[in-house]
């Protein structure tokens, strides 16, 4: 008998979302009855806005809606997106150069399929969200990593992308806020990459989803609102899940240049086809709907924003860097690494993460996930009460 073809090599080389594991894992203690406190999750803990819910009611009453619809989105929706777009990334476009997807995650894959041609290499500032080097590589582009430590905020400066391009530069990952720091690049720090992206005619990958979320006065200034003739190699991605607590619903979007929209579109067409329409209706309330509970969201992540740095930074050996925007802090643990605790030799942010969720019973993501050993990734979209508990026990395990 010949033996059967192995599985693909290619899909063999992805590694499973790690975010998602150590979420599943808390998740897992929690229902065996563990009083485990997770800070592992990446999505708001509040109920998606009533409002939203009684338009997904309403559209399962309409027979149009048990139906295909365009690949590419409901017009009415791709047109709210485009005056989305308009108004908080300063970008007119046409409907026609949106493309609805499943969650902001497919608008991350079919971005790279659009753009990246085999060879590319993708310059990929680090910490990153864990999906981009997966999705360059999908796409056989190579991801090439920027770091930038907590000494420089987790923000990549211009001459670091400039050290890392070469001839076979054609991408560029650019993520304000960020996840997994929190971070928010400055209108020039901003314009300075647009800039420079624009003389080597490198495309723009420009992940907007957090860019509702911040906090102190900061404004996520979009890189094509910051250089506006950038807008013909960049691709925005964005979606419903974060602002507006819909994680579950599945409603994200792509926008750029016709060319990459079209090839873009043609692969949704034959991977998905339309998004559930039912979500398509609720993302369209969510979007052009009164916007106060999203703002009443941002202002308590904003709250347990100020207590979580403030009590992490209590703990000897963790640098916190104060994150303005999304719902993440990133604190530097180098300085609780290479050591003994309690018996225990600790090297890596690795073994961090499951000293703490084995002594403490508190989840958190290891910086492993992200880049770089010596970082932990805290959510802070838990209830207050939760939040503190946590990062006692944190302060007492360390303290
Ligand atoms: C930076 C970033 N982009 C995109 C996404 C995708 O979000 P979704 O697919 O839920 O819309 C996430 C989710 O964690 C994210 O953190």
């Known amino acids: 008998m010949t033996e059967r073809a192995p599985v693909s090599r290619k899909l063999s080389a992805i590694a499973e979302s790690a975010t998602l594991k150590v979420d599943a894992k808390a998740k897992a203690l929690q229902a065996a009855g563990r009083p485990v406190v997770s800070y592992a999750a990446g999505e708001p803990d509040f109920a998606t806005p009533q409002f ?13 809606n048990f139906r295909y619809t365009p690949a590419a989105g409901l017009p009415v929706l791709r047109e709210a997106i ?32 659009a753009v990246v041609n085999p060879g ?3 310059l990929l500032p680090a910490p990153y969200w864990t999906t981009y080097p997966e999705a360059i590589a999908l796409a056989d ?7 930038a430590g907590a000494d420089q905020e987790y923000k990549v400066t211009v001459d670091q992308l400039e050290a890392a391009r070469t001839d076979k530069t054609t991408a560029l990952v650019f993520v304000s806020p960020s996840n997994p720091t929190g971070a928010v690049y400055t209108a020039d720090e901003t314009k300075a990459i647009g800039e420079w992206a624009l003389a080597h005619g490198i495309w723009v990958i420009s992940d907007e989803i957090y860019q509702n979320l911040v906090y102190e006065g900061a404004r996520a200034v979009s890189i094509v609102e910051a250089v506006p003739e950038l807008a013909g190699q960049t691709i925005l991605v964005n979606g419903v899940a974060k602002t507006y607590a819909m994680t579950g619903w599945r409603v994200g979007w792509m926008v750029g240049p016709a060319d990459a929209i079209k090839v873009a579109g043609n692969l949704q067409s034959h991977l998905s086809s339309n998004v559930n329409n039912i ?6 309330a969510a979007l052009t ?9 941002r202002q308590a992540f904003d709250r347990r924003r100020g207590l979580i740095v403030s009590e992490l930074a209590k703990i000897p050996g963790v640098t916190v860097p104060n994150p303005l925007g999304a719902f993440y802090v990133y ?22 993460a499951d000293y703490i969720l084995e002594r403490a019973e508190v989840a958190v993501v290891p910086g492993e996930a992200f880049g770089p050993s010596g970082y932990l990734r805290l959510s802070y979209a838990l209830g207050e009460e939760q939040l503190l508990e946590g990062v006692q026990r944190l302060q007492r395990l360390f303290g």
């Open 289 to 297: 709907g009164p916007q106060d509970e999203a703002e009443k969201m």
């Open 52 to 64: 939203v819910v009684d338009a997904a009611a309403e559209a399962l009453r309409d027979p149009a």
């Open 141 to 147: 582009g190579v991801p090439v990593e920027v770091f």
């Open 120 to 122: 590319d290499e993708v």
């Open 331 to 352: 604190p530097d643990v180098t300085g609780l690494l290479r050591r003994e605790w309690d018996g225990v030799r600790i090297d890596t942010s690795l073994e961090l």
């Open 279 to 284: 979500a398509q209706r609720a993302a369209l």
């Open 82 to 113: 485009a005056a989305k777009t308009l108004r908080d990334s300063g970008l007119e476009v046409a409907p026609s150069q949106v493309i609805v997807t499943n969650g902001g995650k497919q608008a991350v894959y079919q971005a790279f399929q």
